[in-house]
């Protein structure tokens, strides 16, 4: 059976990194796609587990020798996916989820038209603004600026095909279960 490549995505701070780490969780046959970033580590964080961390020229060599399936740009750091790097895991059977940007997934979408596209939605505007500033990890320009995108990334989630709304965590985990299952058996 061949395998399909899943995008989740959602606004920052709608929790889809806690959504994706317990559905890895409870599907441990599933891997999560290393995304490149050209923005500084945060604390904990290790390159080549949470991020290939780039330098600015290296990104732009990738850009410039079309080396990404997807890439953007958002708070003056760059994101990027490697073409090879998932071409490579779906060649070897695995079920990769690849968690990023709206941008990114509808780019994705393009290039792999077979690709399942999940949009993971906050209860309530509110509610995002809160986990924001609650993770204490930016500053208010930078909270601002992804308060402002929420409404452009809403808009692109039209073009998603399952959008799933995380108020509940084991209930969102249960949903982006039956879509992998439902897709997988089709």
Same mark, same amino acid.
């Given at each position: 059976?061949?395998?399909? $490549?899943?995008?989740?995505?959602?606004?920052?701070?709608?929790?889809?990194?806690?959504?994706?780490?317990?559905?890895?969780?409870?599907? +441990?046959?599933?891997?999560?796609?290393?995304? !490149?970033?050209?923005?500084?580590?945060?604390?904990?964080?290790?390159?080549?587990?949470?991020?290939?961390? $780039?330098?600015?020229?290296?990104?732009?060599? !990738?850009?410039?020798?079309?080396?990404? $399936?997807?890439?953007?740009?958002?708070?003056?750091?760059?994101?990027?996916?490697?073409?090879?790097?998932?071409?490579? !895991?779906?060649?070897?059977?695995?079920?990769?989820?690849?968690?990023?940007?709206?941008?990114?997934?509808?780019?994705?979408?393009?290039?792999?038209?077979? +690709?399942?596209?999940?949009?993971?939605?906050?209860?309530?505007?509110?509610?995002?603004?809160?986990?924001?500033?609650?993770?204490?990890?930016?500053?208010?320009?930078?909270?601002?600026?992804?308060?402002?995108?929420?409404?452009?990334?809403?808009?692109?989630?039209?073009?998603?095909?399952?959008?799933?709304?995380?108020?509940? $965590?084991?209930?969102?985990?249960?949903?982006?279960?039956?879509?992998?299952?439902?897709?997988?058996?089709?």
């Amino acid at each position: 059976m061949d395998k399909k $490549l899943f995008v989740i995505s959602g606004s920052s701070g709608v929790g889809k990194g806690t959504v994706i780490k317990k559905f890895l969780e409870r599907n +441990s046959h599933f891997m999560l796609s290393v995304s !490149c970033t050209t923005r500084a580590p945060r604390d904990g964080e290790v390159n080549g587990v949470n991020y290939f961390f $780039l330098s600015k020229e290296e990104f732009q060599n !990738c850009i410039d020798n079309d080396k990404f $399936l997807e890439w953007a740009e958002f708070a003056g750091n760059r994101y990027g996916t490697k073409k090879k790097y998932i071409k490579q !895991c779906l060649d070897e059977g695995k079920d990769i989820i690849l968690e990023i940007d709206t941008k990114g997934a509808l780019q994705v979408k393009k290039q792999m038209p077979e +690709s399942v596209l999940i949009f993971i939605a906050p209860p309530s505007f509110e509610v995002l603004e809160n986990r924001l500033r609650g993770r204490h990890t930016e500053d208010e320009a930078t909270i601002q600026k992804r308060l402002m995108e929420v409404k452009e990334e809403l808009a692109r989630a039209e073009h998603f095909d399952y959008k799933i709304i995380n108020d509940d $965590l084991d209930r969102a985990v249960l949903e982006i279960e039956k879509i992998i299952n439902g897709e997988n058996d089709a």
